[in-house]
């Protein structure tokens, strides 16, 4: 079975950091792209970051730009998503989701319909 398992939101203070956690069970993580969405409410599901396969190379919207970084730990079979200087506006359900198509994968900021195994979610609530 393929799954993939959020982890790391919390409760943090504006300017806070958090790291999310994304392993997976079932399948090699480091063969897929993977990417990282949030959707807060009332709002549509947003790409927030993604990271290649085979050259690890990394995307990131605009607004997390310089505050938010995306890693892979092939040992771990995981993907991180370092969040720092975190604001309000950055609270939402963060999911992070693989291209089923194996290798170097698609952009998830322009395809983020290509991307899937949502998982249940993390939970990230900034306070002013």
């Known amino acids: 079975q393929v799954r993939l398992a959020e982890s790391g939101g919390g409760l943090v203070q504006s300017g806070g950091s958090l790291r999310l956690s994304c392993t997976a069970s079932?399948?090699?993580?480091?063969?897929?792209?993977i990417g990282w969405f949030r959707q807060a409410p009332g709002k549509e599901r947003e790409g927030v970051s993604c990271?290649?396969?085979?050259?690890?190379?990394?995307l990131y919207t605009d607004i997390v730009k310089g505050r938010f970084t995306i890693s892979r730990d092939n040992a771990k079979n995981s993907v991180y998503l370092q969040m720092n200087n975190l604001e309000p506006e950055d609270t939402a359900l963060y999911y992070c989701?693989?291209?089923?198509?194996?290798?170097?994968?698609?952009?998830?900021?322009?395809?983020?319909?290509?991307?899937?195994?949502w998982g249940q979610g993390t939970q990230v609530t900034v306070s002013s």
């Open positions: 989701a693989y291209d089923p198509r194996p290798g170097y994968g698609r952009n998830c900021l322009r395809y983020p319909l290509a991307f899937g195994n």
């Open positions: 079932g399948f090699p993580l480091d063969d897929y792209a």
């Open positions: 990271i290649s396969s085979t050259d690890h190379t990394t």
